[in-house]
């Protein structure tokens, strides 16, 4: 399944969201999908140290062999936000029109994030009212990012 971690899922769709609102009117395309593939690498890489640390804090050794189950469980973190980035990479190729893939790439992060949040409902067995309010609750977070979007540009 692509979201191992629908937490690790949800994080990384807000910061891609938050790297190009942060980003767009100012940049073009290229740097925007630039600067959100290396902010979702450096925060991969950071939990997955974090993981592993918080992993050797109850044992006496480091040991190897659960970097790479700890990576492959972040991983969602990087992969979740890939229609947002896919669109942004249209609008390099110039297959969309710059302003529609940074829209596109925007709002496609809001439904991801709905999305997500019903998922993490599923898993835990939340009834389908509890999943909804959920995915509104998320979404909200993903409409407050391009609410600041607009308001800073």
């Given at each position: 399944?692509?979201?191992?971690?629908p937490r690790?899922?949800?994080?990384?769709?807000i910061?891609a969201?938050?790297?190009?609102?942060?980003?767009a009117?100012h940049?073009?395309?290229?740097?925007?999908?630039?600067?959100?593939?290396?902010?979702?690498?450096?925060?991969?890489l950071a939990?997955?140290?974090?993981e592993?640390?918080?992993?050797?804090?109850?044992?006496?050794?480091?040991?190897?062999?659960?970097?790479?189950?700890?990576?492959?469980?972040e991983?969602?973190?990087?992969?979740?936000?890939?229609?947002?980035?896919l669109?942004?990479?249209?609008?390099v190729?110039g297959?969309l029109?710059?302003g529609?893939?940074?829209g596109?790439?925007?709002?496609?992060?809001v439904a991801?994030?709905?999305?997500?949040a019903?998922?993490?409902g599923?898993?835990?067995?939340?009834?389908?009212?509890?999943?909804?309010?959920?995915?509104?609750i998320?979404?909200?977070?993903?409409?407050?990012?391009?609410?600041?979007?607009a308001?800073?540009?």
């Amino acid at each position: 399944m692509l979201v191992a971690s629908p937490r690790s899922a949800i994080y990384g769709t807000i910061l891609a969201t938050a790297v190009i609102a942060a980003t767009a009117g100012h940049e073009p395309p290229g740097f925007i999908l630039a600067a959100t593939a290396a902010t979702l690498a450096v925060f991969w890489l950071a939990h997955v140290y974090a993981e592993v640390l918080e992993h050797e804090l109850g044992r006496a050794g480091f040991d190897l062999k659960v970097v790479p189950a700890i990576m492959a469980r972040e991983l969602s973190m990087v992969a979740a936000p890939a229609l947002s980035v896919l669109f942004l990479l249209l609008g390099v190729l110039g297959l969309l029109d710059e302003g529609l893939a940074v829209g596109l790439a925007l709002w496609t992060g809001v439904a991801q994030l709905v999305g997500w949040a019903i998922e993490a409902g599923r898993r835990h067995g939340r009834s389908r009212p509890a999943m909804l309010l959920g995915g509104v609750i998320n979404g909200a977070f993903g409409v407050g990012i391009i609410g600041l979007e607009a308001l800073l540009h």
